[in-house]
């Protein structure tokens, strides 16, 4: 079975700009989160979608999106890109959503602003 | 709120010597813990957690963690570690019943096993 999907695998935007990412969670999968993680640093939550609703955001501006499709696809978006977005973003999906289940991880994609 | 302390950014081990990466946490109530690694360029990958029980758990390529309640530590140990272990190991916890499922992780040890 495929694994979560990230796409694209890196993307190189100047500030100011709008960018979206996407991720397709692995198949029979409800649940998405989405994570930033800066070069040496832990991945940072983002948001979690379960069942095309937002069931947590993180400490992130409103500059920062996200929406779940009826395929349980997710894409998140970012507008006015700073410098500081430069990052790994990570798409998780699990199962059902619930606290006790791992979250499986794509491979992300690497965000640069120039 | 919830919080992940690695005290180590890095460990170093002779191969075939055990290892272990360290890792304590802090939650309001009862946690989940993870431990997940991340090789170059690639996404993270779930080693073990701990939901309850048995405070020793084991998982993938011989991996185990240690659950300490007193302590809030949730150390990863192997016996024998191998050079393919050379990675980035993150320790993740989750508060039990909060509602959302945000994972918090930690920055991360690096370990590199030595040939």
């Known amino acids: 079975d495929a694994g979560v999907t990230q796409s694209p695998t890196h993307l190189i935007k100047t500030r100011g700009q709008q960018v979206t990412l996407r991720c397709s969670p692995i198949?029979?999968?409800?649940?998405v989160s989405w994570y930033q993680q800066v070069l040496g640093q832990g991945p940072q939550f983002i948001f979690q979608y379960y069942e095309k609703e937002e069931r947590g955001r993180g400490n992130f501006p409103d500059r920062f999106s996200a929406r779940q499709f009826p395929n349980y696809s997710s894409e998140l978006n970012v507008n006015a890109l700073l410098l500081g977005d430069s990052a790994l973003y990570l798409c998780?999906?699990?199962?059902?959503?619930?606290?006790?289940?791992?979250?499986?991880f794509g491979d992300g994609t690497r965000l640069s602003i120039l | 709120a919830q919080s992940v302390a690695q005290p180590e950014d890095q460990v170093n081990v002779a191969e075939g010597n055990p290892l272990t990466v360290k890792c304590t946490y802090s939650?309001?109530?009862?946690?989940?813990l993870f431990w997940y690694v991340q090789y170059p360029n690639r996404g993270l990958q779930f080693l073990l957690k701990y939901i309850t029980g048995d405070n020793l758990v084991k998982g993938s390529y011989g991996f185990e963690a240690e659950f300490n309640k007193s302590q809030t530590s949730f150390h990863l140990k192997k016996p024998s570690a191998l050079v393919s272990d050379s990675a980035l190991y993150f320790c993740a916890v989750r508060e039990r019943g909060a509602g959302s499922y945000q994972l918090t992780f930690g920055k991360g040890t690096k370990l590199s096993v030595i040939p």
């Open positions: 198949s029979g999968h409800k649940s």
């Open positions: 939650v309001s109530g009862n946690p989940y």
């Open positions: 998780a999906s699990s199962l059902m959503g619930q606290g006790n289940q791992p979250q499986h």
